[in-house]
């Protein structure tokens, strides 16, 4: 059984039955057109007294923190996936306590599992058949192959651009792939009209809020594996800014249902050329990043959807956000591989890339844990590294 809850706007502070919403704020996404940051992004709100009550980490019930229900659920296992020390990794850094949840050994190779996961959950539990996303690539992926296993439609709008591995993944499991001859930002555009015209159940990152309470698992699980402990601080390559959220919220949730009365620091990466949450989060004025170009497809975004919810997430949790080079997340790839028998793709390596400058910055102390959450795996993008590395 789940705790019961309300949809809370993080604009407003509205709050909704779920039978009254589906994606944005009412009142607050009212006069909303794509090309700026959602607004009126919706986050569950648990009775957390009904958590604790329940909850016994001796027999730990997750149900209890799902905004769907189990019986609903698809049957194509996610997420559970290893949270261990790197050491070796650790001691090239000099930090003492380094550790990784490696989310690339998901169905599909990525974190996007879970978001779809939940999103396929609600689309079963409300009689919804078709589901249309857009994705940089793993979110589609991930999509095709829970609508695969549920025996759903998934309607995709992808970058014509996406790697080759995420495309194909699309295919064998079934989607209708629908390239766009443009950026991730046209096909979010597009799918959006898609809904709107044609219906089914939009998948769209933040616009659904069940994308973030489908990646908060990833933070439950983290703070299950670490033995009930909040570590110091997690490092979340960026793009939309959800998974950011969904980690934030994992340990929200926790701390309102008294499991842990504190949170880790969430350190943002962002490749240097998409960079529009980092400025944000310095500046504390939005602007798109002008031309996000990047090798790491899967964080490369013009206006991140997320934008105000991932700022926030930074600041509450007392962490920072920082850039990284294309050649850092180069360098990254290959490091991790060799230290660690990990291979990430590039949007997930960038946070590895970032350890460097934040501990010659102060931004980790060296004797904390640091927890890399590795989103992608690497046999998602081949080219890449083949194309722009020297080993
Ligand atoms: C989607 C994705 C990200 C970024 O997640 P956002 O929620 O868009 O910030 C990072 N790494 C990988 C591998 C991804 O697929
Ligand atoms: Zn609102």
């Not at 599992?113 to 940089?136: C, G, N, P, Q």
């Not at 999509?143 to 495309?167: H, S, T």
Request: proline share 7%; net charge neutral.
């Amino acid at each position: 059984m789940n705790a019961p809850f309300l949809y809370r706007c993080s604009d407003c502070g509205r709050e909704y039955e779920r039978s009254q919403v589906t994606y944005l704020c009412p009142s607050c996404s009212a006069g909303y057109r794509p090309g700026i940051p959602l607004p009126g992004v919706l986050s569950a709100r648990f009775d957390y007294d009904f958590i604790r009550r329940r909850f016994r980490p001796s027999e730990p019930d997750w149900e209890l923190f799902s905004a769907v229900e189990a019986e609903f659920y698809p049957p194509f296992p996610v997420g559970r996936t290893p949270f261990f020390p790197i050491d070796a990794l650790g001691r090239h850094f000099g930090l003492a306590s380094l550790w990784v949840k490696n989310d690339g050994l998901n169905p599909s190779g990525s974190l996007k599992d879970r978001a779809s996961f939940l999103v396929v959950a609600e689309a079963i539990r409300r009689r919804e058949d078709l589901i249309v996303t857009a994705s940089t690539g793993n979110a589609a992926a991930a999509l095709a192959a829970v609508c695969a296993a549920a025996g759903k439609k998934a309607v995709i709008y992808v970058p014509a651009a996406a790697p080759p591995a995420k495309r194909l993944q699309m295919k064998v499991f079934g989607a209708e792939v629908l390239p766009v001859d443009g950026t991730y930002d046209d096909a979010f555009a597009l799918s959006l009209e898609h809904t709107r015209v044609r219906g089914g159940l939009n998948r769209n990152t933040a616009y659904h809020p069940l994308t973030i309470e489908g990646k908060k698992t990833a933070g439950l699980e983290i703070f299950e594996q670490n033995g009930w402990r909040v570590p110091d601080v997690i490092l979340v390559p960026v793009g939309d800014g959800v998974i950011l959220a969904g980690i934030a919220k994992a340990f929200a949730d926790l701390r309102e249902a008294g499991l842990t009365d504190r949170v880790p620091r969430l350190v943002a990466v962002q490749a240097a050329s998409s960079d529009a949450i980092h400025r944000y989060v310095h500046t504390g004025v939005y602007r798109d990043a002008r031309n996000p170009v990047t090798c790491a497809d899967s964080i490369s975004v013009r206006t991140p959807s997320n934008a105000h919810g991932a700022r926030r997430a930074v600041l509450e949790s007392g962490g920072t956000s920082v850039t990284v080079s294309e050649e850092e997340i180069r360098s990254a790839i290959f490091l991790l591989g060799r230290l660690t028998g990990l291979f990430a793709e590039p949007a997930a390596a960038a946070a590895a890339a970032a350890l460097p400058a934040l501990r010659d910055s102060g931004g980790i102390d060296p004797q904390e844990q640091i927890v890399l959450l590795l989103t992608g795996n690497g046999l998602k993008d081949t080219e890449t590294p083949l194309r722009c590395l020297q080993p």
